[in-house]
Structure formats: C-alpha cells, structure tokens
C-alpha cells in the first residue's frame, strides 16, 4: 500500500488548510486510517483517526477545528483543519491500519507551518 500525502503549506494563524492522503489501493477494507503529527523535537502524536463502521476520534489540541473524513471511490483521506495555530505547526502523516490495530503503512509526510 502507497500513500501519498500531499497539501501543506505556510499560512497565518486563523487560516485554514486541507491536506488529502491517497491510497494506492481500495480504503473500504482498512481497519482504520488516521493523520498524525511530528511538530520539531516532539514525538509523533495521533491527530484524528476514523475507524471502518467505528466512532471517528481527535486528539483534544484540535477538536471543535479540524475534520477527518474519506472518500471511499477516491481512496482518499482528508484533514480539514481550521483556525490554525502556530501551535499546530509539523509534519503531518496519514497512516493505514489495514487488517489490525497497528497503522502498518505510512505516507511521506507534508508540512504545515502556521505563522503567528
């Protein structure tokens, strides 16, 4: 499995950005798919995460202003992410979980930086 993140950029606090994950291969049969992110000297922290037929989940920095959400016959994953803070300023990945619990397959990353 690919997955090709692509949509970051630089943009001013209070902006908005989407990034998309495309999948080389059908999403409907993944477990789940999820963004994450890896801001300078940080460790990787999961974003948002929508589990097949599950509850979608985000991490309580983002709630209220981003949105996950796929398009099934794309193959696509987005991240809608409003009001941006310089605090959300990383690298974000889309990650796929395609038979089990663990996320086995990871895009290239994107950057997003948010300038105050």
């Known amino acids: 499995v690919q997955l090709q993140a692509s949509g970051g950029g630089l943009v001013q606090a209070g902006e908005s950005l989407r990034l998309s994950c495309a999948a080389s291969?059908?999403?409907?049969?993944?477990?789940?798919m999820a963004w994450y992110r890896q801001a300078p000297g940080k460790q990787r922290e999961l974003v948002a995460a929508v589990p097949r037929g599950g509850r979608v989940d985000y991490a309580d920095s983002v709630k209220g202003r981003f949105t996950i959400s796929r398009d099934i016959g794309k193959n696509t994953v987005y991240l809608q992410m409003n009001s941006l803070r310089p605090e959300d300023t990383a690298v974000y990945y889309c990650a796929a979980a395609t038979s089990g619990a663990v996320y086995d397959y990871w895009g290239q990353g994107t950057l997003v930086t948010v300038s105050s």
């Open positions: 291969e059908r999403i409907f049969s993944f477990n789940s």
